[in-house]
């Protein structure tokens, strides 16, 4: 069974311009999780979509969105770049909800100057 | 405010030591507290903790969960270099979803 995939892998931006990082989850996983690592703040969440709803939301401003899939591919939209977004940005997949078990992707490693 | 507090932040021992890390917790609707390992890539799960005083173990390392005083603690012995990793503990509060609060990690190098 494949694993989580995350794309692209590395991306750099400049300052303004909005990105988009996609995640594919396991086969047969419905929740997506989608995390902000930074080496001050650790692994940050931002937010958690089961059933293409939105379920959860971690503290970050609106300019970070997401959106989930029939297929239960999760994209994730950061626009209006700042230097402090500059982060590795990982997904995690899980079967369903209320599950302790999840498996994270390689992360999309965003750089923007 | 929920948050999850590991340390040291960062620790450097020489192969065969035995190190102790640890967690503290504050957060509403606890469900389980979970351990993961990330070298340079995805972290990895570890252990997955929900009652008191119940060791889990796994080769030289082992985890144990303390609900009263709200920390956990995990063991390495006779530490190796492929240890050297950054070791993470998270929350998960199963209250509204999938709701996990993570610690900022404690980093540990393993020299020969």
């Known amino acids: 069974k494949a694993g989580v995939t995350q794309t692209p892998r590395y991306l750099i931006k400049t300052r303004g311009q909005q990105v988009t990082l996609s995640c594919s989850p396991i086969?047969?996983?419905?929740?997506v999780s989608w995390y902000q690592q930074t080496p001050g703040q650790g692994l940050q969440f931002l937010f958690e979509y089961f059933s293409e709803t939105q379920r959860n939301k971690g503290n970050f401003p609106g300019r970070f969105s997401g959106r989930q899939f029939s297929n239960s591919r999760s994209e994730m939209n950061v626009s209006t770049l700042e230097l402090g977004d500059s982060a590795l940005y990982l997904c995690?997949?899980?079967?369903?909800?209320?599950?302790?078990?999840?498996?994270f992707g390689p992360g999309t490693r965003l750089l923007v100057l | 405010e929920d948050k999850v507090v590991q340390s040291p932040l960062s620790l450097v021992v020489h192969e065969g030591d035995t190190v102790t890390l640890n967690c503290s917790y504050e957060?509403?609707?606890?469900?389980?507290l979970l351990w993961y390992k990330q070298e340079k890539k995805a972290p990895t799960f570890l252990f997955m903790l929900?009652?008191?005083?119940i060791e889990k173990k796994s080769g030289r390392l082992s985890s144990i969960l303390d609900k009263k005083e709200l920390f956990s603690i995990l063991n390495i012995t006779a530490t190796q270099t492929g240890d050297s990793a950054i070791y993470l503990c998270a929350v998960f509060n199963g209250d509204t979803g999938n709701q996990f609060y993570f610690g900022t990690g404690t980093s540990l190098t393993v020299i020969p």
């Open positions: 957060v509403t609707n606890f469900r389980s």
């Open positions: 995690a997949s899980s079967f369903g909800l209320r599950q302790e078990t999840q498996y």
């Open positions: 086969s047969g996983h419905r929740s």
């Open positions: 929900t009652s008191s005083g």
